[in-house]
Structure formats: structure tokens, C-alpha cells
Nanobody, 118 residues
């Protein structure tokens, strides 16, 4: 599974961005997809995930109500709509896939930088 994230950029606080992550794998529809982020000098942290068939979503407390994860299985793409962005959202955002039977996310994209200015 290869993942390609895009959509990062620089935005002012309060603004919005939409990230996309395209997959080349044949099992996209069977994968749990997630977004993670890593700010400078900090560890990578979970942002959001979306399930396989039920499309159940999970969000970290820091982004709940501001971010929305979605997926388009026909296009093999997962999205992260980010609104009401804050300077503390500044980070490199990574998409990841958890294939069926796996205990954890084993496939990662290259990351896309989001910078939120105050």
C-alpha cells in the first residue's frame, strides 16, 4: 500500500484546509485509514481515523468539532477537512493505513506540512 498525502500549506488562524491522501493499494476499502501529525520537537500524535465498512470515525480531543475525516473508496482517497485552525495545529500531517488483520498502522504516507499563522 502506497499513500500520497497532499493539500498542506500555510493558512491564517481561523482558516481551513483540506488534506487528501491517495492510495495505490487494491485493499483500500478494507483498510482503516488514519491521520496523524507531528509538530516540531514533539512526538507523532493521532488525529483521526475512519473505519472500513461502517465509516465509524474517531477524533482526538484536540481536533474534535473542528476536523472531519471522510473517505471515497471509489477514488481510494481519504480526506481531512480542517476548520477553525489554530497555530497549535501546525505540524506535518501523515496519513496511514491499517490493513485487515493488522494490530497497528503499518503503511504511511510521506507527510504534508500545515502551517497556521497567528
Amino acid at each position: 500500500v502506497q499513500l500520497q498525502a497532499s493539500g498542506g500549506g500555510m493558512v491564517q488562524a481561523g482558516g481551513s484546509l483540506r488534506l487528501a491522501c491517495a492510495s495505490s493499494g487494491r485493499t483500500f476499502g478494507s483498510n482503516v485509514m488514519g491521520w496523524f501529525r507531528q509538530a516540531p520537537g514533539q512526538e507523532r500524535e493521532f488525529v483521526a481515523s475512519i473505519g472500513r465498512s461502517t465509516y465509524a470515525t474517531v477524533y482526538s480531543e484536540s481536533v474534535k468539532g473542528r476536523f472531519a475525516i471522510s473517505r471515497d473508496n471509489a477514488k481510494k482517497t481519504v480526506f481531512l477537512q480542517m476548520s477553525s485552525l489554530k497555530p497549535e495545529d501546525t505540524a506535518v500531517y501523515y496519513c496511514a493505513a491499517k490493513v485487515p488483520g493488522a494490530d497497528d498502522y503499518g503503511n504511511w504516507g510521506q507527510g504534508t506540512l500545515v502551517t497556521v499563522s497567528s
